[in-house]
């Protein structure tokens, strides 16, 4: 009777653990307040390397209506966002244009964190470029 009564628990609390490793990130936390870039890692087929330096990068603000302003300095520009499958993250001209497509890996109240596929740079098979960028919200 003990045994299985251990082996039921053990197996609701894998069950559970299974379960919370596929729930998709809470990507209504992207509305609201400033995000800014923190850093930038970057692969390119076994070489990676990590840039901290971002005072070109623009600060970025999702509103609940889809409107993404992007503010670098004195300018501002807008552009349409939506997110699919709770994970991906497009940015869209206002013409319809896709202009940068991202996987939200993990975002919380005060980070998020982005992987972006980039093309090859030399042609060839089996090559696997990205960058992951590590964003925090100012508030």
Known sequence: MRKALVRVILLFAVSFMLMRCDRPPDTSLIVGGVWK???LYSYY???????????EE???????DGVLTMTRGPETRSFRYEIKSNDTLLHYMND???????????????GMV??????PVFPG????????IY???EN
């Open 114 to 119: 982005l992987r972006k596929e980039l093309p």
């Open 125 to 132: 098979e089996g090559q696997m470029r990205y960058q992951v």
């Open 37 to 39: 870039t923190d850093s």
């Open 58 to 64: 623009p600060h970025r603000s999702y509103s609940s």
């Open 45 to 55: 087929n076994g070489f990676g390397s990590t840039r901290y330096d971002f005072e």
């Open 135 to 137: 964003i925090s919200k």
């Open 96 to 110: 319809g244009r896709v202009v940068d497509r991202f996987r939200v890996l993990k975002i919380s109240k005060t």
